[in-house]
């Protein structure tokens, strides 16, 4: 074979290799984020789908689990769906609008009569520095409003006040000295030296600069279990 047109052909394999489309890369997919905590208080685990997605992972009471919606747009509306685990039946299921990049924190917790699955975007930011950002949610059925005390337990130590079961309280920053001395839950205005329902000292779990839920409830599902106050890390950028 001519040497020439071997040549030629190369030349052509190249120039045609020059030219060809460069291939799109796929784009990472936009996702919302959710993590779900149960609180239901009933004997048996539960099992979640979010849409279609059914999730594996049994989900016992008082953990958490970390979960995304793929976002086709910048809102999309998301299905949650608590079932008792090892079966079809359905304990609750809502629709919630999300939003391309947000956390959530979905709840589920109530009773089988009236169960509720409370869901709200978190805060992301850090708080300021040195200092520990926390909301907390109210989680036990057969209470009634909550007060809560940080550093000690004079009335200028209440931060937050008429704390109701099944809602989120607003962000608040503490000092780690002031988590470290004294966490208190009383009545909803009764002073905690006439009733204290929880009373933390040497409190070294918190760290400066951290975002964190606390959730007022009871140890185990059972409402006749001792009340405590359970920490969960958020995420903090």
């Known amino acids: 074979m001519n040497r020439y047109y071997i040549i030629t052909m190369m030349l052509l394999v190249a120039l045609a290799a020059c030219n060809k489309e460069p291939e799109t890369p796929i784009p990472d997919p936009i996702k919302s984020y959710f993590a779900i905590y149960n609180f239901l208080a009933e004997s048996y685990d539960v099992a979640w789908e979010i849409d279609e997605k059914v999730i594996d992972a049994v989900h016992p009471y008082g953990t958490s689990i970390l979960e995304f919606s793929i976002m086709e747009s910048e809102v999309k509306d998301v299905r949650f769906t608590a079932k008792e685990a090892g079966g079809d039946r359905i304990i609750k299921s809502v629709i919630h609008q999300a939003e391309q990049h947000v956390y959530y924190t979905v709840s589920l917790l109530g009773n089988e009569s009236d169960p509720q699955i409370l869901i709200e975007p978190m805060e992301l930011e850090k708080p300021s520095l040195g200092q520990v950002k926390l909301r907390f949610m109210h989680t036990a059925l057969e209470l009634g409003p ?8 004079s009335p200028d130590h209440k931060v937050l006040s008429d704390i109701q079961f099944a809602k989120f309280t607003e962000y608040i920053e503490a000092s780690e000295e002031n988590l470290w001395e004294a966490v208190i839950v009383t009545p909803f205005n009764v002073a905690p030296e006439d009733s204290t329902l929880l ?36 995420p903090a950028y």
């Open 199 to 234: 009373q933390y000292s040497a409190n070294n779990v918190f760290v400066p600069n951290r975002v964190y839920m606390g959730v007022i409830g009871h140890s185990t599902s059972s409402t006749t279990s001792s009340l405590h106050l359970q920490l969960f890390d958020q």
């Open 146 to 153: 909550l007060d809560l005390y940080i550093g000690g337990s």
